[in-house]
């Protein structure tokens, strides 16, 4: 994957010598063409073809630029109310994912929503001890998002 980003540079940085122009619209159309002949000799390349991995990244920051915004308004929400009726509480959940950083990456996506912070993690136990602002109505919705960000993060780290 990295030989094909430094040929993809490379590409770009020899279209713009062509081009005898040193501007960054030069340089995007050489990376895009050279995105695109790198795309059609795909196959030629050992690794798997980087743009799949641009695409999974892209995936997850929307995936968390979204849960952030849901969990934003469910939280102002909650705050607006006359009457407090929150019950805060902690839940024990498992994670599918293997690696430290893996773990390191989904504890920060969970702890950056707004309404839950990860309090603790046993790597080996592959455990996470999660804190809720409203316990009871929060589980549900934060074990769907802890999902969709470990499907995204296993796209992006395999």
Do not use: C
């Amino acid at each position: 994957m990295t030989t094909q980003i430094l040929l993809n540079l490379l590409i770009a940085f020899i279209w713009m010598l062509l081009n005898e122009s040193w501007n960054i619209v030069i340089f995007a159309v050489g990376y895009i063409a050279g995105f695109l002949i790198i795309l059609s000799m795909r196959r030629f390349f050992p690794t798997p073809f980087y743009g799949r991995k641009i695409v999974a990244i892209a995936y997850l920051i929307v995936l968390f630029i979204v849960e952030l915004i849901k969990s934003s308004l469910s939280v102002i929400i909650e705050v607006l109310r006359p009457k407090l009726t929150i019950k805060p509480g902690i839940f024990r959940s498992e994670t599918i994912l293997e690696s430290d950083f893996e773990i390191s990456l989904l504890v920060t996506l969970i702890t950056l929503t707004p309404g839950s912070v990860v309090m603790e993690v046993d790597p080996k136990a592959r455990v996470l001890f999660i804190h809720a602002m409203d316990a009871d109505s929060y589980h549900n919705s934060i074990m769907k998002t802890k999902q969709k960000f470990e499907r995204a993060i296993i796209g992006v780290m395999r």
